[in-house]
C-alpha cells in the first residue's frame, strides 16, 4: 500500500492556525516580555500548564479503563520514570495492556 | 529545566537592567557584539544535538501512528510536524481530533500548552537580541523543549554561538518530521489496533509526558485540581472542553497559592 499523501483543505488550515497560534508562543517572549512585566506568581502558574493538560487529558482516559488498564498504566509510569524513554514506556504499556487484558 | 529559566531571567543583574529600557537602540548599538551566527554554530548546535533528536525520533514514531488513527493522512501529519514543531501540543490536537474537526478546541488548545514557550524564549533574549530580527525571529521558530534546554546550557556557559539555537532545532525538526513520516506510514500498515495495545499508546505517551514535566511535590496541589476539575467536566461539558478547563483549574490554583 503506498502512503496516503493527500491534502484536504480543512487539514491544512486548521494545522495553519496551530502553527501560528504556537509561533505566537515561542516569538511572544522575545517580543513581549521586553515590553511587559510578567509578575513571578503569573510565571509559576504557566509554568504548570502543561503538566495540568496532560493530567486533564488523562483522568478521564483512566477513570473510564478497567484493571487492564490500570495495571499497564502503572507499569508505564514505572518504566518511564526508570529509564526516561517514551518510546520504551509505550512499547511496555502496548504489550502489558493486551497480556492484561487476556487475563483479568 | 524550569528552575534554569528562573535563574536566567531573575540572577543575571545586567540582563534585568537591560531589559528595563527595550527600546534603547542607541544603547544596545554602543554594546560590543558578544554573539555571532555563523554557519560553524549552525553546525556545532546540530551535532551537539543529535544524541536528544533520536529520543526525539521515537516519540515522533508515536506521533506518527497515533495521527494516522486519528485520520490524517502521512502528507498531512508531515505538514503538522513540519509547521507546528511542538510534540506535546501536536498529540494533544491528535486526540481531539474528532469529524468535523473541533478547531477552536485544538487550535485553543495548542496555544494554552504552549504558553510555556513564551517563558523559554523570554530566556534566550539577553543573547537573541544581538543577532538581527530575522536571525532571532527566524530561529525560535525552531526551539523545542529539548533544543532550548541545550542552547541554554551551551550559551550560560559563556559561547558565543548565537546560531546554536538554529543549528540544534534543525536536528529536532529534521528528526522529528521525518520519524513523523515513519510512523504515520507504518501505522497505516497495522490493521485492528487494540489486537496490538495500540489503543493504550496515546494513554502511554501521555504518563511519560507527565512523569517527564513532573517538577516535584510543589506540582501535587495543581495537578490534583486540574484531575478533579477533568473528571467531572467530563462528565458536565460538551466534547472535550474538560481538557482545557482542567488545565486553567492548574493555572488558577498555582497562581492562587503563589507565595513569593
Known sequence: MSPDISLTPVVVGVVAAMALATYVTKAGGLWLLGRIDVSERVETGLEVLPGAIVVSILGPELVEGGPAEWGAAALVLVVAWKTESVLLAIVVGAGAVVAFRGVL | ?260
Open chain 2, 1 to 260: 529545566m524550569r528552575r534554569d529559566n528562573e535563574e536566567t531571567t531573575c540572577s543575571d543583574g545586567t540582563v534585568a537592567a537591560d531589559d528595563a529600557l527595550p527600546d534603547a537602540a542607541d544603547e544596545r548599538a554602543d554594546r560590543k557584539r558578544t554573539v555571532t551566527f555563523t554557519r560553524s554554530g549552525v553546525r556545532d548546535g546540530f551535532v551537539k544535538c543529535v544524541p536528544v533528536s533520536l529520543g526525539v525520533a521515537g516519540y515522533g514514531i508515536a506521533f506518527g501512528v497515533l495521527a494516522q488513527q486519528a485520520g490524517l493522512s502521512v502528507a498531512e501529519a508531515a505538514l503538522m510536524s513540519a509547521t507546528v514543531v511542538a510534540g506535546a501540543a501536536q498529540v494533544i490536537a491528535v486526540e481531539l481530533w474528532a469529524d468535523p474537526i473541533p478547531v477552536a478546541l485544538v487550535v485553543g488548545t495548542a496555544f494554552v500548552v504552549n504558553l510555556r514557550y513564551t517563558l523559554m524564549g523570554a530566556a534566550l533574549r539577553p543573547w537573541l537580541r544581538d543577532l538581527t530580527p530575522l536571525q532571532a525571529y527566524g530561529s525560535v521558530f525552531f526551539m523545542a523543549d529539548e533544543n532550548w534546554a541545550l542552547t541554554m546550557g551551551e550559551l550560560r556557559s559563556g559561547s558565543d554561538k548565537g546560531a546554536f539555537l538554529l543549528g540544534s532545532g534543525l536536528a529536532i525538526w529534521a528528526f522529528w518530521v521525518g520519524s513523523t513520516v515513519l510512523g504515520a506510514t507504518a501505522g497505516a500498515t497495522i490493521g485492528e489496533p487494540s489486537r496490538y495495545g495500540l489503543d493504550f499508546v496515546l494513554v502511554a505517551v501521555f504518563l511519560a509526558i507527565a512523569v517527564s514535566l513532573w517538577d516535584g511535590a510543589s506540582d501535587l496541589v495543581p495537578w490534583a485540581g486540574a484531575l478533579l476539575v477533568a473528571v467531572l467536566g467530563a462528565q458536565l461539558l460538551p466534547g472535550s472542553w474538560y481538557i482545557l478547563a482542567g488545565g486553567i483549574a492548574g493555572f488558577v490554583l498555582e497562581v492562587a497559592r503563589f507565595e513569593s
